[in-house]
């Protein structure tokens, strides 16, 4: 089971989701969290803000994998932004 979810916090738009065990590391979470960056920027988000606890290395590789950058810790969680307003390279 993959849960995803999408927001709006602090004027940005913000994703999270949660992989079960048996599906992690089959690349259902790329292509999931992939269609939501599509629906958010077809629909004019010039951010996207994820959050992730630091020792989520696949989480962390995952978001990396999609273009998002590190951009500040809050309380313990890693925040990492991808702009949609330039043009981004999947």
């Known amino acids: ?6 927001g709006i ?8 989701y949660t992989v079960c065990r048996s599906k992690a590391r089959q ?3 790329y292509e999931v969290v992939s269609a939501v960056i599509d629906m958010l ?4 988000a010039a951010f996207i803000k ?4 630091s020792g989520n290395v696949a989480s962390i590789a995952l978001l990396e994998k999609l273009n998002f950058q590190y951009y500040d810790t809050d309380n313990e969680e ?7 307003d330039q043009e981004v390279i999947f």
Not at 1 to 6: A, F, Q, Y
């Open 1 to 6: 089971m993959i849960w995803i979810g999408c």
């Open 9 to 16: 916090r602090d004027s940005k738009d913000w994703i999270g």
């Open 27 to 29: 690349g259902y979470a």
């Open 41 to 44: 920027k077809a629909q004019g």
């Open 50 to 53: 994820a959050g992730v606890a």
């Open 78 to 84: 890693l925040i990492f932004i991808l702009r949609l």
